[in-house]
């Protein structure tokens, strides 16, 4: 359950290091639809931070940052 006042983070997508394994959408399918090739089509992603966090942990090529 996520609570009003949780502001979502926003994570960006290093399109160089993506290797499209499709973790991410995997964990997320609705937000992040991905190409014909298996890659992310967002190049930002805004997601609750619990959610964000995990995306950027599981991520196997380390593609996915946090923005400042
Ligand atoms: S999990 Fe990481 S490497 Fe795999 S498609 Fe998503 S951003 Fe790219």
Do not use: F, K
Not at 13 to 27: E, K, N, T, W, Y
Not at 38 to 64: F, K, Q, W
């Amino acid at each position: 359950m996520r609570a009003d006042n949780v502001r979502p983070t926003i994570i960006r997508v290093d399109r160089i290091a993506c290797s499209g394994h499709g973790v991410c959408h995997a964990l997320e399918p609705e937000q992040i639809p991905l190409d014909e090739w298996g890659y992310p089509i967002p190049s930002e992603i805004i997601a609750d931070p619990n959610i964000a966090e995990t995306l950027v942990r599981l991520c196997p090529a380390a593609a996915l940052r946090h923005t400042t």
